[in-house]
């Protein structure tokens, strides 16, 4: 009898959190941004939208902090990842990139992201200078060539800059990934088309897609 009565009371009590927006969402997907650049919110928004469409809930980008702290929280759970902000250089043995306004925290090395990264990562996308230039920051993520998984990683090889054409190549590869159901290499392709955009990198499977949700 306790046994049960303590069930409907555990139960009632998270009815009750949940009707206040206290239980914690599940979420797959994340993106974020850096708020000194124009476009990156509005990249960031369609990553969500892009990520929602084909079943990886995603919380509002502008709701979430873009600190170390917030992101490293949600490493682990994660699916489908956006980010759009500072990235290192290609002369390094590494890949970071950095949170705070204008990139003004500390580094995030991949070392760290893969520390956190232990569950299966579906598409990465790191809008961001250099991070492409090396394997470190797709590794981190658990995405290699080769690995024979559906999955894939996206970065960029040298700097990048806030511009509308940079803002046209985000919206249109994940729209073209997501929206229209069209495999990675076919999405970046019409991207650079429609953008004029290169110097990106894909790690894992080139010709990955995002249906179905797995």
Known sequence: MFKKHMFVSLLSIVIIFSQLGLVAKAYEGFSVYDKYF???????????????????????P????????????????????????????PTTVTSKIFTGYNGTEAAITDAEIKAKAYGYYKFVFIDACSVGANKYMASAFGITNDDGLNHAFLGWTTAIYDTPSQYKFTQSVLENLTIYNKNLNDSVWAAYTESGCSNYKIYGKWNMTMSPHN
């Not at 476009?39 to 809930?57: L, M, P, R």
């Not at 600190?67 to 990842?81: D, G, Q, R, V, W």
């Open 62 to 89: 502008s709701d979430e902090p873009f600190t170390k702290a917030n992101l490293m929280e949600h490493i682990p759970s994660l699916h489908c990842f956006y980010y759009s902000g500072h990235g290192s250089q």
């Open 38 to 60: 124009f476009y990156s919110g509005a990249q960031a928004t369609k990553a969500k939208e892009c990520f929602d469409y084909v079943g990886y809930n995603t919380p509002i």
